[in-house]
């Protein structure tokens, strides 16, 4: 009798069944990989920034780089249009303390054509400007310096700016991450902030009052009091 060298039609189905059950099983599993790693990225970049953040201030007397985007002394120079976005930010104050590759100043889960996901706090030498020099900030550890941003309204520029109290937000938060942000603070140091409220990451109405706890947090590290 012949050897039979093949599958069946029947055996065919059943494995494709299996394999198909198999990826069905892992998808999720790969997706949160995925979702972690490029949270990962988003945190070295961040880290990369504000270690720049702090060479400069060193390298400055204390003085901190501007928080705007709009100056050869502040973190990214102005922008005249998307085009323009590259010799922004080589042009930038803090380009030279960097490794100079401008994937640092992208979160991989951005995926707008923002040149740059990342913002400096508003009182960082900013908009809202509280400190010009590193010294007069009490507590570095607890005070916020680079947040990511998806800001609609244009490419990101300037500083990321919210009242220091109230119920209305000026910038705001993405959700990229596991419903969270990455946060950078004036220490160097980057946490992971989950929102507890979603509607903090999806809320785009300008002066109007936005219920949950999320900005109370956030005005917390924003201006430390």
């Avoid at 702090?54 to 922008?79: E, P, V």
């Avoid at 550890?141 to 309204?153: P, V």
């Avoid at 910038?171 to 903090?200: K, Q």
């Avoid at 990451?201 to 109370?216: A, I």
């Amino acid at each position: 009798m012949a050897r039979r060298c093949a599958f069946t039609l029947v055996e065919l189905l059943v494995i494709l069944a299996v394999i198909a059950l198999l990826l069905s099983i892992l998808a999720p599993t790969m997706q949160r990989a995925y979702t972690l790693t490029e949270r990962i990225q988003c945190a070295s970049n961040m880290s990369e920034i504000s270690n720049a953040w702090l060479s400069y201030a060193n390298a400055n007397n204390g003085l901190i780089c501007g928080g705007w985007t709009r100056c050869s002394w502040d973190w990214i120079w102005w922008q005249g249009d998307q085009d323009d976005a590259r010799r922004a930010i080589e042009r930038g104050a803090l380009w030279p303390y960097t490794s100079k590759v401008l994937g640092v100043y992208h979160c991989p889960s951005d995926t707008s054509d923002h040149r740059w996901t990342y913002a400096i706090s508003a009182v960082m030498n900013g908009e809202h400007t509280r400190y010009i020099r590193y010294n007069q900030i009490i507590d570095p550890t607890a005070t916020m310096m680079l947040m990511e941003e998806d800001d609609y309204r244009g490419y990101n520029t300037n500083s990321w700016m919210t009242n220091f109290s109230g119920n209305q937000w000026i910038d705001y938060v993405v959700g990229w991450h596991d419903g969270g942000a990455n946060v950078a603070f004036s220490d160097g140091h980057v946490d992971h902030w989950i929102w507890e409220d979603p509607r903090s990451y999806t809320w785009r109405q300008f002066g109007k009052n936005q219920p949950g706890s999320d900005l109370m947090r956030l005005q917390k590290v924003y201006y430390p009091r």
